[in-house]
């Protein structure tokens, strides 16, 4: 028998425990103390290697992996190959404390290149989708417009590393192909076989080109499926939404799960002409009426005594949240849910904007201003949207209805989007930056002249103000992914050090030189990525 020490039995784990714990922490398994321990242990690994190598049973080969698809779409142009692999490397956390220097942010510009590649209709090159998969897999944002990029060879990689497998969830079927929607055999053993996840992308898939066929396939099994399924199986029929779906839609309303009901009374409000939309018309209607008595017409309000039982089959959720009453809670729900389109008939055959200009008796204004804002938003309505948003330079942040910033922005967003654009930029000139953030997330990009124009006066007022740039950071960010590239040369008289005025901030005007190089260096950099894509 070997009666060498180093040859003795040790298990792979034991040795891999003291590799990590070190040998002055933990003796080792062949027993060998002090300095020669290390060597000891490397020396044991070493045949236990050999060991765990010469001890696997001959095997047969594994089968070769299938073939990617191929990808026919036209390769990248040389130069935007390149600088897509330079926007691969760059890596968040480069700069040193808050100070961002001149430098572009280029992982802020991959989104846009990807956007842009996509409408060219490139593929990706094969050699970068490693990268590009790790770049989507730590930010979500990236994903749709990686994986269209990427094409069906992040599938296939993704089918290799559990790093990817974003790739397969976010892919229709869960990597696994969606039948041909004409196959009508596929399509029904795939809705009565497949996994939750494969049966919700077969749904959403003939949603879209069929929205019929879709909601019939749904109600074979409805009655049969589990309430957390029918309710994200009912939140499919968003897209296409239409009046056909109306009597689905209220047979919902008596499902056993209250957050079924609330979606499809939900869905139903939303189209104008639903049985639903007539009832919650007629009860908010009956709720507010004119008073032609006072020195000028008044809106007055009677808000519900009750929530009966008809009401909660609409979905009227009848326990308000804490530190609300339960009938101004009632009333904006009703208000909310009721089509807008009743009110004029209702008020004295008055526009929108005349409306909301009507004073409203005992305090009730902010409740049904709220409630018609939700309306608009909901049935994504123009006219109340403008009506309720008011000038772009009314005091404060609320207009006429919107009680927040955040009601302002999701009504903005019902506006077209030169209109919408107009009325940030007028928001801009009367209150500055500090609370239009939220407002310039819903303009449509590349900001049009007179938005791009309002916030580069309104930066270099606050640099003449003498503020530190990272107060408007937020702003300066969606000015480097949003101005018109063609802004730079409008900047460039920006980028200089001017004399700092004594009651500036120390230091400030240097801050903001870097900024706005760093804004002008960006835009240049967009300029030249779109010429790349572009190039022969």
Excluded at 81 to 109: F, K, N, W, Y
Aim: aromatic share 6%.
């Amino acid at each position: 028998m070997n009666k060498n020490p180093v040859m003795r039995e040790s298990s792979w784990e034991e040795l891999v425990t003291t590799a990590l714990l070190g040998t002055d922490r933990r003796t080792t398994p062949v027993g060998t103390a002090g300095k020669d321990a290390p060597t000891a242990l490397l020396d044991t690994a070493a045949v236990q290697t050999v060991r765990r190598r010469a001890g696997l049973r001959p095997a047969s080969a594994a089968a070769l992996l299938e073939r990617a698809t191929e990808d026919h779409r036209p390769a990248l142009p040389s130069a935007a190959r390149r600088r897509l692999a330079v926007l691969l490397a760059d890596r968040p956390g480069a700069g040193s404390g808050g100070r961002r220097g001149t430098a572009p942010d280029l992982m802020e510009l991959l989104p846009q290149w990807l956007a842009a590649a996509n409408e060219h209709g490139y593929a990706a090159p094969p050699e970068l989708l490693p990268a590009l998969l790790d770049a989507a897999r730590g930010r979500t944002d990236l994903r749709p417009q990686t994986l269209a990029f990427a094409g069906p060879r992040a599938i296939w990689l993704a089918r290799l590393n559990p790093d990817w497998r974003f790739a397969l969830r976010s892919t229709p079927g869960g990597g696994t192909a969606v039948p041909a929607l004409g196959d009508s055999v596929e399509v029904e053993r795939l809705w009565q076989e497949g996994l939750f996840a494969e049966r919700v992308t077969l749904l959403a898939a003939m949603r879209a080109q069929d929205p019929s066929a879709a909601r019939d396939l749904l109600g074979t099994t409805w009655s049969t499926e589990r309430a957390e399924d029918r309710l994200m199986f009912l939140d499919s029929l968003r897209t296409g939404l239409s009046d056909a779906d109306e009597p689905f839609l209220e047979r919902a309303l008596a499902d056993r799960s209250r957050n079924v009901r609330a979606t499809a009374a939900e869905l139903l409000s939303a189209l104008p002409g639903s049985a639903l939309a007539a009832r919650m018309a007629a009860r908010a209607a009956s709720c507010v009426s004119l008073d032609h008595t006072q020195t000028q017409p008044t809106v007055v309000v009677e808000a519900p005594h009750e929530c009966d039982a008809g009401m909660e089959r609409d979905g009227v959720v009848p326990k308000p949240p804490a530190g609300r009453g339960e009938r101004s809670w009632w009333l904006g729900q009703l208000a909310e849910a009721a089509p807008l389109a009743i009110w004029s008939e209702r008020l004295g055959a008055r526009t929108p904007e005349e409306i909301v200009a009507l004073p409203v008796a005992d305090d009730w204004q902010g409740e049904l201003h709220g409630a018609w804002c939700r309306a608009a938003v909901r049935q994504r309505d123009a006219a109340w949207s403008r009506a309720l948003l008011g000038p772009p330079a009314s005091p404060g942040a609320a207009g006429p209805g919107a009680v927040s910033l955040a009601e302002r922005a999701k009504l903005l967003a019902a506006l077209p989007a030169g209109e919408r654009a107009e009325w940030v930029a007028g928001f801009i000139s009367a209150h500055g930056l500090s609370e239009a953030f939220q407002l310039l997330g819903v303009c449509a990009t590349p900001w049009a002249e007179p938005l791009g124009h309002a916030v580069v006066d309104a930066l270099n007022i606050a640099r003449d103000a003498g503020s530190y740039p990272w107060s408007f950071s937020g702003v300066m960010g969606l000015a480097e992914r949003c101005l018109d590239p063609a802004t730079a040369a409008r900047l460039d008289g920006l980028t200089a050090i001017p004399d700092e005025p004594e009651d500036a901030s120390p230091g400030a005007v240097g801050y903001w030189s870097e900024a706005f190089q760093r804004l002008v260096g960006t835009l240049r950099l967009r300029a030249t990525m779109r010429a790349e894509l572009t190039a022969p």
